[in-house]
Structures are given as structure tokens and as C-alpha cells.
């Protein structure tokens, strides 16, 4: 048994030593300006702004390539923060931010097809082929995608009803 467990634990020792080597000999530069960009964004790479992920969009947008209002999910106060950051004037009248949503199922529509699933860039929805589906309200950024390819039109997205935590007054109009 030692004989076998012995050449594997060396051979794992070695490549793990080779990898750490390699992160550091390779390792790639990023401006601290597009990891500050990064820090603001929600996190959520759901892919709404049309990049990938939130990295690359943080990229995009230190170089200038990308507006500050990309981010649908973040909304205006990650728009805000990023215009802060970068100091560019900031122009919101173009910006709809509706407030915080998340998709709903409506259980007498649904179907099962799983096709909102295999969609959803946060694995929010749960469910299998032909039983009912269910979004987890905490790992949905309301990006429509589920919405989209729904074949029933069961899914809609909902503003998030405001709870103890979440509730704010609103500022009276001058």
C-alpha cells in the first residue's frame, strides 16, 4: 500500500511546487485601477453588459471603452461609484434603474423544460427535466436571460419587496 500511496504523493508534491513556481514567473499585471473598478461591481458575471465577466468589464471600462453606466445590476449607485473612481462626469438620464428584481416562477405555467436552467449565468433556478422550477431569490441578478427563453412565460421578472432591512423613505419631491 505504502508503494502506491508514495510515488503519487511525490508526484502531486512536485507539480503543485511547478504550479506555484509558474503563478509567479507568469503571472499577468492588471492595472489597480480596474481591480478597484472590479471591487465596486456586484460580482455577479452574469454577462449583462456584454462582457464575459466582471474582470473584463472592469478592464473595458478603465480603459475606456465602456461607459460607467454598464452595469445593469449594480444600477446607478455602481455607475456613481465607478464615475467617482474614475473622475468622468457621469450623464444617469439615459440609465432606467427600476429598483432591485428577481425572476418569479409562476407554478401553474411551468413545464419543466429546464430550459431557464441551462440559461442562468448565477445557477439561481433549480429544478429538473419535468418537475417544477424554483429561483433563488439571493443568486438572481435579474438579467431577463430566463425570462427570454421560457417557453411557457412563466418567468417574469418582480421588484423585490421591501423587507424590515430593505425599506427606506423616500425623499419628498422639492
Not at 11 to 32: T, W
Not at 106 to 111: A, G, V
Amino acid at each position: 500500500m505504502l508503494m502506491s500511496v508514495l510515488p503519487l504523493t511525490l508526484l502531486g508534491g512536485v507539480l503543485g511546487f511547478l504550479l506555484g513556481v509558474a503563478s509567479r514567473v507568469l503571472k499577468v499585471e492588471r492595472s489597480n485601477v480596474a481591480e478597484e473598478i472590479e471591487q465596486l461591481l456586484p460580482g455577479t458575471q452574469c454577462g449583462q453588459c456584454g462582457n464575459p465577466s466582471c474582470g473584463a468589464a472592469a478592464e473595458a471600462v478603465a480603459a475606456g471603452d465602456l461607459p460607467a453606466t454598464f452595469c445593469p445590476p449594480g444600477g446607478k449607485a455602481v455607475a456613481e461609484a465607478i464615475a467617482a473612481r474614475l473622475g468622468i462626469p457621469l450623464d444617469l438620464s439615459g440609465m432606467c434603474d427600476e429598483g432591485p428584481k428577481v425572476a418569479r416562477v409562476d407554478e401553474s405555467l411551468c413545464i419543466g423544460c429546464t430550459r431557464c436552467i441551462k440559461i442562468c449565468p448565477t445557477d439561481a433556478i433549480l429544478g429538473s427535466a419535468k418537475h417544477l422550477h424554483v429561483v433563488f431569490a439571493e443568486a438572481c441578478t435579474a438579467c431577463g436571460k430566463c425570462e427570454a427563453v421560457c417557453p411557457t412565460e412563466c418567468i417574469r421578472l418582480e421588484p423585490v419587496a421591501p423587507t424590515l432591512q430593505t425599506w427606506s423613505w423616500s425623499q419628498p419631491a422639492l
